[in-house]
């Protein structure tokens, strides 16, 4: 099966969600619409999106806490992963 560019964008969108991406979210919205997307079509796309990085959250959570490393405050550096904890 190959898929249709509504359907990668209606993909992108959910992907766009997961990774809290709102520069990825307006772009891939944008093209959907272009190629076809109706406002059910993105709703359904941005809900699943939800949904897997609400799973996603709950399972990171759940690693995170295994490190058991006992609670402390914490200053960034704002090196690393982008963070900018303070």
């Not at 249709?4 to 520069?23: F, H, M, V, Y």
Request: with cysteine; glycine share 10%; proline share 2%.
């Amino acid at each position: 099966m190959k898929l249709d560019d509504r359907i990668k964008e209606l993909i992108a969108i959910g992907a766009s969600i997961t990774a809290n991406c709102q520069p990825c979210l307006d772009y891939h919205t944008e093209k959907a619409r272009e190629c076809g997307a109706d406002d059910q079509d993105i709703h359904e796309a941005i809900q699943i999106g939800k949904t897997v990085r609400r799973g996603a959250a709950a399972k990171m959570d759940k690693y995170a806490a295994s490190f058991n490393v006992p609670d402390a405050n914490h200053e960034g550096t704002g090196n690393g992963c982008g963070c900018s904890l303070s």
